[in-house]
Every structure is written in structure tokens, then in C-alpha cells.
């Protein structure tokens, strides 16, 4: 029987019939996966609760034509429970794991984005930092795993050292007066050196920025992620119509 086991953050789930559901798990080693799990939805389920979203298992999986079916699972972070209690740390861990879910592929191997993800949940679950600069932190850095790293201490298009006044999300970070096209906004320099503080982890930074900031930061970080995804993270604009 083709089986394989691998450590999986539950990204979503979707209802199937009247006991299954479909799970969509970040893996450490086989990337995005595609699962159902049989009769998790019963009260007599032995493993129901621990594939709830932003839970984190090991998980035996048989290989299906379509679908992986899940087979065992074994907990490894309860970081659900904690987090769907609280409205704003659910719905940052829920832009997170859309985030996740558009960045790596199925079959795409990335465990730098697994342990990424994990860690941020962690630190969601136990409130170790606001939910939004723990999320806006995360996107930061996984767009920078992906590839897209931005660029904050000299013009993204022609390379001028810093500091500038403008940032365009299109550019992918800030821009000197000649290259910025007509209309780029100007970013406040302290915003700027939240967002900074975001992208290296800097939390003695982000805990003394004021709301203000971190409110404005979590902008730049909204138009900047939603650009290179390509289209609007759900949560993110969820949320800003919750405040």
C-alpha cells in the first residue's frame, strides 16, 4: 500500500458528504497536500479535533488517485483551540494560512515555509506578540522565501541608496523621486522602520511602536503582500471591515 508519513500544519478544511472532510495541509516534505479524512466529522472520531485548522500532526497518508487519504494522525502542536477563540488571532492565522496556501504548490518541498508557519502559529497561540505584527511579520518574511524580499534601504528600481520617502508596492519596496511614478504615496519614515523591524524579526522594535504605526506598517504590508500573490488575501480584508 503506497503510504508516506510527514509533519502538516492544517492550512482549511471543506465538509465532504455527512462524515469526511477535505483537509488542505502544509507539509515539511511533500509540500501542499490535498487529503480526505474519513469520518472525522462523527463524535466517535479519534482524531477529529487535532485536524482542525492550525493544528500541526504527524500524519500517515495512503496515496489516492485525486485525493491523499489521511490514515493516522499523531498531535504535535495544539495551536487551534487558542487561536479560534480569539477574533483577532483567528483571523491573522486564517490570512496566514492563505498565504501559505498560494505560496507553495503541491509536491513543492519547502520546509522553510512549513517551520515558518509553524513558528508564527505558535507564537499566535500564545500571545507572545499582537496578532497583526505577528501576521504582518510572517507575510514579510515568506514573501521573502519566495523570492520577493522588500526592499527598504535603497530604490528598488534603479538601486539609489536611501533613505526615500515613497514606497510602491509594484516596485517592491521603496523608491527614489526619479523612479517613482506619478501618484506613489510617501511612507512616513518611522512606518518604514516598523515595517523594517517586521522583516528582521525585531520585536523590542515592534513592541514599543505605537498603534498608529503598526496600524499604517500593516498597511504597507497589505498592498505589498496582496500584489504578489496577485490578488486580495480574504482575511486581511475581512478584518479591516470588522474595524
Known sequence: MPTYRDDAVVLRTHKLGEADRILTL????????????????????????????????DAQLYIGRSLDIVQQVDQLGAYGAAIASDYDRYTSASAMAEAADRLVGEGDAQPQQF??????????SRGEHGPQPTR??????????????????????????????????QASGV?????APAGTPRADP??????????????????????????????????????????AIRSLSSREGHR
Open 190 to 231: 518611522r512606518v518604514l522602520e516598523v515595517v523594517g523591524a517586521l522583516l528582521a524579526g525585531d520585536w523590542d522594535t515592534i513592541d514599543r511602536a505605537s498603534a498608529a504605526d503598526l496600524d499604517r506598517a500593516a498597511g504597507v504590508v497589505a498592498a505589498y503582500a496582496q500584489h504578489h500573490l496577485e490578488r
Open 175 to 179: 523608491v527614489c523621486a526619479s523612479c
Open 136 to 169: 504582518d511579520s510572517y507575510l514579510l518574511r515568506a514573501l521573502g522565501l519566495a523570492g520577493w524580499t522588500i526592499q527598504l534601504e535603497a530604490c528598488a528600481r534603479c538601486g539609489e541608496a536611501g533613505p526615500h520617502e515613497r514606497f510602491s508596492a
Open 26 to 57: 502544509l507539509t515539511r516534505q511533500h509540500g501542499k497536500v490535498r487529503a480526505v479524512a474519513k469520518g472525522v466529522r462523527r463524535t466517535s472520531s479519534k482524531f477529529g479535533a487535532r485536524l482542525e485548522p492550525f493544528m500541526v500532526v
Open 115 to 124: 517551520f515558518l508557519l509553524v513558528g508564527a502559529l505558535r507564537s499566535l
